[in-house]
């Protein structure tokens, strides 16, 4: 039976990973990362610290490898294989994943929505950097600048190794994405919005959306945070939780938006792509005002289909480009 490339490259990034993590005593997240850096890096950079007959093996498996015969496609997902399967080894909240077709569908409506063909794209939890790179390997023809942030040092690390093998440029920051930021306004925002309380209430309290009780929900103030990193103008594509218009803080966030931002349209992701219904989540895209940016004639609300219905997902597509060309 012919494998297929995507798993072709798995293999070898899990057997040199598997052989680093042994030889090291890390996690198989670690080791990932180390085998992430070698195969860029086109060396054995722990070489002090492995047996010989390891670096005899890590020598064989690298040299099987030729990047250039794989799509960035295929190098993503290979690499999001391998942290699927670290991740299920080290149960953390905040190492989880965004699934593959929710990527697809935000790279869609970022194209669709996002017409100029050179800008910058920022994800202000970028952890592993499978969303924004899923986004990025679908604007054919467009130049895209990444920008990143996370306050996991392992996820930016992986990040940084996924962009490199990826070959995308994407700037990286490791810190708390809701203190001040340093970096150039994003046209553009995708984010899968880590949801739950903000520990930090002397920070929290600089935010509108801070809350006038107890810890302030972060979820809420990463929407602020990305718009105040925002242009005029530019579009935010967030994943957020079905309830997220339903809370006791929700109000707040309600005046919040009119003050700030146009919705544009609220995507509800199909119940079935969810193990409990109060995980459900959905897609939501603002605009941020500016000048001449105007609020679309109707906010576009869809509840999608289940995914693996292809009719119906294209009579849904059609609907999102019906509705595109009546508001834009």
């Known amino acids: 039976m012919k494998i297929s490339p995507v798993e072709d490259l798995f293999s070898v990034i899990n057997d040199t990973a598997t052989i680093l993590q042994e030889e090291l005593s890390i996690t198989f997240l670690e080791a990932l990362a180390e085998t992430g850096e ?15 007959l ?34 299920k080894e080290s149960v953390q909240p905040n190492h989880q994943m965004t699934p ?22 920022f ?23 990444g920008m990143g942030i996370d306050v996991d040092d392992l996820l930016i690390k992986l990040a940084f190794i996924n962009a490199n093998l990826q070959q995308h440029p994407i700037e990286l920051y490791n810190q708390d994405s809701l203190e001040p930021l340093f970096i150039e306004l994003a046209d553009a925002v995708v984010s899968d919005l880590p949801v739950g309380y903000y520990p930090n209430d ?21 929407i602020e945070q990305s718009i105040k990193y925002t242009k005029d103008g530019g579009y935010l594509f967030f994943i957020i939780p ?5 809370s006791e803080e929700a109000p707040k966030l309600h005046e919040f938006l009119k003050e700030h931002a146009y919705i544009q349209s609220i995507l ?61």
């Open 100 to 121: 593959d077709a929710v990527g697809m569908l935000v790279g869609y409506l970022v194209n669709k929505f996002v017409t100029k063909t050179s800008y910058r794209l």
């Open 202 to 222: 002397v920070r929290a309290a600089e935010f509108q959306l801070k809350s006038d009780k107890g810890h302030s929900y972060a979820h809420h103030l990463f």
């Open 268 to 328: 509800q992701l199909p119940l079935t792509m969810f193990r409990h219904e109060n995980a459900a989540k959905s897609v939501l895209i603002l605009q941020k005002k500016g000048e001449e940016v105007k609020a679309p004639k109707q906010v576009l609300l869809v509840n999608l289909p289940s995914l693996s219905n292809g009719h119906q997902v294209e009579k849904t597509l059609k609907k999102i480009d019906q509705w595109i060309k009546e508001n834009k």
């Open 123 to 145: 994800d202000p939890a970028i952890g592993t950097g499978n969303l924004l790179t899923t986004v990025i390997n679908q604007q054919a023809g467009k130049q895209i600048e």
């Open 54 to 87: 390891s670096k005899k093996r890590l020598k064989k498996s690298y040299e099987s490898l030729k990047l250039d015969r794989f799509t960035v496609e295929e190098i993503r997902k290979s690499f999001q294989l391998a942290i699927l399967k670290g991740m």
């Open 38 to 52: 070698n195969i860029f890096q086109e060396a054995i950079l722990q070489d002090e610290e492995i047996s010989e």
């Open 242 to 246: 079905n309830g997220l218009f339903e």
